[in-house]
């Protein structure tokens, strides 16, 4: 198995367009996000993110016929499915579960991961233009596609604004498949 974590991704002009990450969906990091981690290390000498509690993946990665069903079915043609609620989390709190779609955050629609990070860095970049510290609250507005009961719904999620790492810890409730909207 080949591990080429960190490597250059170059176009055919030979820029460096992002760098390879095989610990994301992605598979990449785009020079984007590279750019403003850089900047916000030089202005505030820390990377901070936001822990929101739970890991994602895009419904642009799904199988074409299950975007379709999706789309026809439920009305959502590109979200983030969520793959994993972590226990305690303020998240898990709201009532998102995995297989939830988060179709919006702060309003703005979502439809990649790489998205959302780009989303997350200027909301951090703004909290701490606004003077406030690491480890303090942020409230994002998440519109949710409920999976199981097939609605949506717009909550507040507090999130904590941090440098540090992310565990997400496995949570316990049961999710019934026959209920949940299907997805493969």
């Not at 490597?7 to 990449?28: A, M, R, S, Y």
């Not at 901070?48 to 509690?53: C, E, K, S, V």
């Not at 789309?71 to 939830?100: C, P």
Request: proline share 3%; glycine share 8%; with cysteine.
């Amino acid at each position: 198995m080949l591990h080429d974590d960190g490597g250059p991704i170059i176009d055919l002009e030979g820029k460096v367009v992002g760098l390879v990450n095989n610990q994301i969906n992605e598979t990449f990091v785009p020079s984007s996000i590279l750019h403003k981690c850089f900047d916000f290390w030089r202005r505030f000498n820390c990377m901070p993110r936001l822990h929101l509690g739970m890991t994602f993946t895009s419904i642009k990665h799904l199988d074409p016929s299950c975007i379709e069903r999706m789309t026809r079915n439920h009305n959502i043609e590109s979200g983030l499915i969520v793959e994993q609620v972590s226990k305690g989390s303020n998240a898990e709190k709201i009532g998102i579960r995995e297989g939830d779609v988060i179709e919006s955050f702060n309003g703005k629609y979502i439809s990649t991961t790489i998205e959302l990070e780009q989303m997350l860095i200027d909301i951090c970049w703004d909290h701490f233009d606004q003077g406030k510290e690491l480890y303090a609250e942020k409230d994002v507005s998440v519109k949710i596609f409920d999976a199981i009961k097939h609605r949506r719904r717009t909550r507040n999620l507090t999130a904590i604004v941090s440098d540090l790492g992310e565990d997400i810890v496995e949570g316990t409730y049961p999710i019934m498949r026959k209920e949940a909207m299907p997805v493969s």
